[in-house]
């Protein structure tokens, strides 16, 4: 079956400039994930949804950074005047909460390059 | 504060040895210990979990220790192959939690 979609898969924008990031989770599941993982870096947590609400956000580095999801689909992570800093590729995950813990499916991610 | 920590950093091995990758947590609450696999250019796929009711798991070439008194486990490959090459992540999470930590990633090189 599908997997979880991320676009667009690169994005150069220049510094200043807002940009919007797009994540389809796997139908079905109810639990989506927001990561940044800089050039070489770990996996850094920015937001957790539970259908449309977002018990978690404790991840976003500032009020540049918000997310939203349409119902139990669709997720958008939006970067506000964005920075140098902020380059870094975004993943989007998805989950099924019906399992017992959870097993995270990635997209391969929205490369952001802030020039 | 870093929840999950992981060494090496990075780690050569030769084509047909063993990999060994090390994850230490304090989060006593945590249960549940994946290993997560990352290739250039694509996302962190589930490799492997453990439960700390279990000191070892074991599938295919890939096996999990677990030490609960020591809060460590780790992540060794028999056999390393050229295609294991990649970033490997421990991971940990709360019982009945569905938010994972991550540790900082190895990555591996197996040299043929």
């Known amino acids: 079956g599908a997997g979880v979609s991320q676009s667009p898969s690169n994005k150069v924008t220049e510094k200043g400039k807002d940009v919007e990031l797009r994540c389809d989770p796997i139908s079905g599941h109810t639990a989506l994930y927001w990561y940044r993982q800089r050039l070489g870096q770990g996996l850094e947590f920015l937001i957790y949804?539970?259908?449309?609400?977002?018990?978690?956000k404790s991840g976003l580095p500032s009020d540049r950074f918000s997310a939203e999801r349409t119902g139990e689909s669709v997720s958008t992570l939006t970067i506000q005047r964005t920075q140098q800093e902020d380059s870094a590729v975004y993943l989007c995950?998805?989950?099924?909460?019906?399992?017992?813990?959870?097993?995270?499916?990635f997209g391969n991610g929205t490369r952001l390059t802030v020039t | 504060q870093q929840q999950v920590k992981q060494s090496p950093q990075s780690l050569i091995v030769q084509k047909g040895g063993i990999s060994i990758i090390n994850c230490a947590y304090e989060?006593?609450?945590?249960?549940?210990f994946p290993w997560y696999q990352q290739f250039p250019g694509k996302g962190p796929a589930l490799l492997i979990a453990i439960r700390p009711d279990v000191s070892e798991k074991k599938e295919g070439r890939f096996t999990i220790s677990f030490n609960k008194s020591a809060k460590q486990f780790s992540l060794h490959i028999m056999d390393s192959q050229p295609g294991d090459s990649a970033t490997y992540f421990c991971?940990?999470?709360?019982?009945?939690?569905?938010?994972?930590?991550f540790g900082q990633g190895t990555r591996l090189t197996i040299n043929p």
């Open positions: 995950a998805s989950s099924s909460t019906r399992a017992r813990s959870p097993h995270l499916h």
């Open positions: 991971a940990a999470s709360k019982r009945g939690a569905q938010k994972l930590v």
């Open positions: 989060n006593t609450a945590f249960d549940y």
């Open positions: 949804f539970q259908g449309n609400s977002a018990p978690d």
